[in-house]
């Protein structure tokens, strides 16, 4: 139960930082340490909860400082405007 029931659904870090989008990403396995995830755009990745803990609350949507952070860092785009 690597990030419990508060990360069944993540923002996609492909999504994130490569194209600048927030996009929705399902848990597709929930290891003990690490849970893995794909997104609407076809990306697959794993997120280790061992370090933090699972997160206390959910992970989608997302938080607006993670919205807030990526518009700080000229990261958002036009088009990654809305949160899919």
Not at 18 to 24: F, G, L, M, P, V
Not at 38 to 46: P, T
Request: glycine letters at 10%; one cysteine or more.
């Amino acid at each position: 139960m690597a990030g419990g029931p508060n990360a069944e659904h993540v923002a996609c870090t492909t999504c994130m930082w490569e194209a600048s989008q927030i996009t929705k990403a399902a848990r597709l396995a929930e290891g003990i340490e690490t849970d893995f995830y794909r997104c609407e755009q076809g990306h697959e990745f794993g997120i280790d909860w061992d370090h933090g803990g699972p997160p206390k609350e959910p992970q989608w949507p997302p938080a607006t400082e993670l919205v807030e952070a990526l518009k700080s860092q000229g990261r958002w785009t036009q088009n990654a405007g809305t949160v899919r």
